[in-house]
């Protein structure tokens, strides 16, 4: 899978849009961009995933560049309960073989923290 | 839907004693995952399961066994504590379409295991 670089932290005002960017310069061609963050003490959450094309759900949008070299996670209206380690994972979807191949390796990830 | 739990949600052991740890789904995923977090260490593969009545060792299986009798359920058992297995345990899972093609992991919330 290919590494990815995140700022270690970011703040954000309550209400307002939360950029989160992500650095992924070596990804290979069948490799998807995922988001997941992790709330404090909780189970690691899926957010969204793309592979060149931008897409948003009811969580985020995910906007990937033309050379799919970098990304951002973008928050639309941040409230206090995003505050959360946002982390960014770059990984194909098959084929699968061996035990390291299925593991999900978080990186350090962004620190978000919401202000009121 | 209540997507992955697990049960219990804390427990505390004595070394040397026993206990299993559940997880259910109700997505009909077909794999499944237990991960252990410790501070500093991120998220690390103890066993997965790529289908019922299948089960493979992860990044870091001594200790532990995990079964899977029914697709819906997961089980993870530590035979006789210790208090290197004082952690946090994720279960997740994940939809699977075709052998080898793996879509993306949703998390339980975690049980906290304190071996003493």
């Known amino acids: 899978d290919a590494k990815t670089t995140q700022p270690p932290s970011m703040d954000c005002a309550e209400g307002r849009a939360a950029n989160l960017p992500c650095n992924h310069s070596?990804?290979?061609?069948?490799?998807?961009v995922y988001w997941y963050r992790q709330i404090h003490s909780q189970g690691p959450q899926y957010i969204i995933h793309?592979?060149?094309n931008n897409e948003t759900n009811e969580m985020a949008s995910l906007i990937i560049t033309e050379d799919r070299k970098s990304s951002t996670l973008i928050l639309p209206h941040a409230t206090l309960r995003d505050t959360a380690v946002y982390y960014c994972?770059?990984?194909?979807?098959?084929?699968?073989?061996?035990?390291?191949?299925?593991?999900?390796?978080f990186g350090k990830g962004t620190k978000l923290s919401v202000i009121p | 839907n209540a997507g992955v739990t697990q049960t219990p949600k804390f427990r505390v052991l004595k070394t040397g004693q026993s206990m299993t740890l559940l997880c259910a789904q109700d997505?009909?995923?077909?794999?499944m995952y237990w991960y252990r977090q410790d501070p500093g260490m991120g998220l690390r593969l103890i066993h997965y399961?790529?289908?019922?009545?299948?089960?493979a060792k992860g990044e870091v299986p001594d200790g532990y066994n995990v079964s899977r009798l029914k697709k819906q359920n997961f089980l993870l058992g530590l035979e006789s504590a210790a208090p290197s297995q004082t952690s946090v345990y994720f279960c997740?899972?994940?939809?699977?379409?075709?052998?080898?093609?793996?879509?993306?992991?949703?998390f339980g919330p975690g049980t906290r295991l304190t071996v003493t």
């Open positions: 997505m009909n995923h077909e794999y």
């Open positions: 399961s790529v289908g019922e009545g299948t089960t």
């Open positions: 994972i770059v990984r194909s979807q098959g084929t699968y073989s061996g035990a390291g191949s299925y593991q999900l390796t």
């Open positions: 070596t990804i290979s061609g069948n490799e998807y």
């Open positions: 997740a899972s994940s939809f699977s379409p075709v052998p080898g093609l793996i879509y993306e992991q949703y």
């Open positions: 793309g592979l060149k």
